[in-house]
């Protein structure tokens, strides 16, 4: 495999998951909303398409708390400690793709708005497990820790610093779909964006933040590691 090169994943498989949605929307199948939902999946399904893009860097510890990742400058301490015995890591960006921006319904239709976002987030879970996989089996890898920006508290890897990130892949939009806000956001929304490597503490993100009720917290707070890593 080309290790230096942008990795397109454009056609990872996907099909919504009726019974899955339903259970996640708390919709009987034969409820009062069922039939606008199965008219919603309907019209999403033939045209969704998530899809993933990493390249393997290279990684230079600097001085302080800076790091060169595909000659890339970054600012974090967290990542600069999580990377010192790595010598390279999968930069990537994962999405639900973007064929449902722009799609006929209200915004103030709350309910079928937060349905198809549903959608796009099982679309985006689907990505990540498909480009995880993909990379470990590539690269017989048994785990694949990951950081992300803008990832739980602000001073673990500043959201800014997507701006470096994305210039790795260049015009990200052209290759997945995936562009930034002015504000370091990611539309679509269903975004996610990062590094991942085979050695380290895994879900050190979660381990360093202290967020109650997230719902796709990966692993408990660690006040001494917090501690350790003086965030
Ligand atoms: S606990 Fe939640 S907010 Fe904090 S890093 Fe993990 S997933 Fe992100």
């Not at 919709?27 to 033939?46: N, R």
């Not at 006929?104 to 198809?116: A, E, M, S």
């Not at 803008?150 to 892949?169: R, T």
């Not at 879900?203 to 360093?208: A, R, V």
Request: hydrophobic content about 40%; charged content about 30%.
């Amino acid at each position: 495999m080309v290790t230096d090169q942008n990795i397109v994943l454009d056609q990872i498989p996907f099909i919504v998951d009726e019974d899955e949605l339903y259970r996640k929307l708390r919709i009987e199948k034969d409820g009062e909303h069922a039939g606008e939902l199965q008219e919603i999946i309907d019209l999403v399904s033939p045209l969704i398409c998530p899809k993933a893009v990493f390249k393997v860097c290279d990684v230079e510890t600097m001085e302080d708390d800076l790091i060169e990742i595909c000659g890339v400058e970054f600012a974090s301490r967290v990542l600069r400690k999580s990377l010192q015995e790595v010598d390279d890591v999968f930069a990537f960006i994962a999405t639900c793709g973007n064929e449902l921006e722009n799609l006929n319904i209200p915004k103030y239709d709350f309910l079928k708005v937060f349905w198809v976002e549903t959608v796009k987030e099982m679309a985006l879970d689907t990505s990540v497990d498909f480009f995880t996989d993909f990379i470990k089996k590539e690269f017989k890898l048994e785990k694949l820790p990951s950081m992300s920006p803008g990832s739980g508290a602000d001073n673990i890897w500043p959201i800014e610093q997507q701006k470096q990130l994305f210039s790795i892949f260049g015009d990200t939009e052209k290759l997945i779909g995936v562009r930034l806000t002015e504000s370091c956001l990611m539309i679509p929304n269903k975004s996610v964006s990062g590094v991942c490597f085979s050695k380290g503490t895994e879900f050190i993100g979660c381990k360093l933040c202290d967020r109650e009720n997230c719902q796709k917290r990966r692993a408990v707070f660690n006040s001494e590691l917090k501690a350790e890593y003086a965030v």
